[in-house]
């Protein structure tokens, strides 16, 4: 390795560090999209912040309740103000922490997750539980992580700079900085892959037209931009502009800030109506020149009349909050190098967790962020890939594979496998992922996705294809087979040949149930075919 790429990974392994480091937010904020996803957050979270992300954080999960949705904008401050008023009930004066000092971290979890089908479905819509290989002590057992925690454990090595402030995350994706950890240094922020303001060549080769964008000028402010050309770029930036980035959607607001955007739009949170973003109509707004955004929302189909009062209203805003006319919006750089673990995609599913059992810098930052490789020890160390397993005499295990809490008695595990939770007497894998899979038969297969799948037959189980089970209340359980190539977004509609329902008719029968209540049936399911198994002396 040359020393520039030594120096950029033992920078990269320090920003791995302080995400492990004990030092995350005071105050976390679930916003889940029903009550029995806030239940099972409520639930989840108080057993394992402490573990995801080193602080025993105020775990506070709401859910949206708003005729139509509120946009992340609204719906940031309607989560913030359920939070407030749900702690409140146990004495917890959430305005007065902020306004204190505390850090407060909000995480968005709504959304379908198409792009990701089936998995999605086999955690009964719960989305951001969708399981990651690593484990938690949850009530005595053993637990994968799932995408949420890891989001929460990577955001919380912003934590120590934004007491005060209150920070608003999405979560599909980790990702390590490559410029450290920066500063808020405005009332309101945008976490931002910055780079020199690029030339128009560049613009087009890096397709720059197809982000949203954060431009900063020599003094720290910020303007918000939304999937332009090079040129209109060129006429809606202010001529200072040094670095321009694309856009996390992460933001962050000061306590004041918060509490004057909450007292500004006070009437919509009272009626529960209307539908605002934080990009179009709180950060364009507030760093765009008027008739700039008005041709911007023009092209977005908003009416002329309602962007020029809107833009009024923001204004006015503005004057009020900052009367000395100082910018509001700044951008925290997460460097244009840093490294992106993306589980929003059936296929970046497969590739970031497979990316676990592989051999460089970034997996290496990859496993000791998921704890499987100890803090500090080389890569050739890889006592940690396996954890808690009951093997069998007659299984080979490839050194580079990740197997955590199997139980499975002879074989073959061979190169490049993930296997999380897997119970079965016999396995013949290669580069394939088994997260939670019971089966009373062999499992045979290469590079195949299994997620949450009991099989009972005697038979061998395939693990070259995707295959994900749904349990529902009534002894149900939907098999819902696809492939890695298959997008989810594309296909939601499609009932694929194999399956008896498309994506869209599961999430729509998952929607009616409680997540808590399924979960424990599908539990139940794994345990039934694992203690015959048991009985039968087929495990080691
Ligand atoms: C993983 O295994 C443990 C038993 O070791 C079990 O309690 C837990 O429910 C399993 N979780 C999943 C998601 O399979």
Redesign the pocket.
């Known amino acids: 390795m040359g020393s520039n790429a030594s120096a950029s990974q033992a920078m990269e392994l320090e920003e791995v560090a302080r995400m492990l480091s004990p030092c995350g937010f005071d105050v976390i904020i679930v916003c889940c999209s029903n009550q029995a996803a806030e239940n099972y957050w409520q639930a989840r979270l108080e057993q394992t912040v402490v573990q995801v992300t080193g602080t025993n954080a105020k775990v506070v999960a709401v859910h949206e309740d708003w005729n139509g949705g509120a946009g992340n904008g609204l719906g940031t401050l309607y989560a913030y103000q359920k939070a407030r008023d749900k702690a409140s009930r146990d004495g917890f004066d959430l305005d007065a922490k902020l306004s204190g000092g505390a850090s407060v971290a909000l995480f968005h979890t709504a959304g379908k997750g198409t792009r990701l089908a089936p998995l999605p479905g086999a955690e009964n819509n719960n989305k951001p539980g969708v399981?990651l290989p690593s484990l938690l002590e949850v009530g005595g057992?053993?637990?994968?992580l799932t995408v949420l925690e890891a989001v929460m454990r990577q955001t919380s090595s912003y934590a120590p700079l934004r007491g005060g402030r209150i920070s608003v995350f999405w979560g599909d994706q980790v990702f390590v900085p490559s410029a450290g950890i920066q500063p808020s240094t405005h009332p309101a922020d945008i976490l931002a892959a910055l780079r020199p303001m690029p030339s128009k060549a560049e613009w087009e080769a890096g397709q720059l037209h197809q982000y949203g964008l954060i431009a900063v000028g020599t003094a720290g402010d910020a303007t918000q931009l939304e999937k332009v050309d090079y040129d209109t770029a060129k006429a809606y930036l202010p001529p200072d502009v040094e670095r321009v980035g694309t856009s996390l959607g992460s933001f962050s607001l000061s306590a004041a800030l918060l509490a004057a955007l909450m007292a500004e739009f006070a009437p919509e949170l009272a009626a529960k109506c209307a539908c605002l973003d934080s990009d179009p109509h709180f950060w364009m707004p507030l760093t765009l020149q008027k008739e700039d955004y008005l041709a911007v929302m023009g092209k977005k189909g908003t009416p002329a009349g309602e962007a020029a009062a809107h833009y009024a209203r923001m204004a006015a805003f503005a004057a009020k909050f900052a009367p000395g006319g100082g910018g509001i919006l700044g951008c925290v750089d997460v460097g244009a190098k840093a490294l992106w673990w993306d589980y929003g995609r059936l296929e970046l599913y497969q590739t970031n967790n497979l990316h676990a059992a592989e051999e460089g810098p970034s997996p290496h930052a990859l496993r000791t962020f998921l704890k499987l490789q100890p803090q500090g020890a080389p890569e050739s160390d890889a006592s940690g890939r396996q954890q808690r397993n009951q093997l069998g005499a007659g299984l080979t295990v490839h050194p580079s594979a990740v197997v955590l809490?199997c139980r499975i008695g002879s074989g073959t595990i061979g190169a490049g496998c993930v296997l999380v939770?897997v119970t079965a007497p016999e396995v013949e894998v290669e580069a394939a992922i088994l997260m939670?899979v019971t089966s009373a038969g062999p499992v045979r297969g290469k590079r195949g996705v299994l997620y949450n799948v009991v099989h009972e037959g005697s038979e061998p189980l395939s693990a070259d294809a995707v295959r994900a089970d749904v349990f529902q209340p009534g002894g149900k359980q939907i098999v819902v087979s696809s492939s890695i190539e298959t997008d989810g977004g594309k296909a939601w509609k499609v009932t694929l040949p194999e399956n008896a329902f498309s994506f869209e008719e599961v999430y729509k029968q998952n929607q009616k149930l409680d997540v808590s209540e399924c979960q424990a049936l599908g539990?139940a399911a794994?345990k039934r075919v694992a203690q015959a198994l048991e009985t039968l002396e087929r495990l080691p």
């Open positions: 399981k057992a053993a637990q994968p809490n939770n939670s539990a794994h």
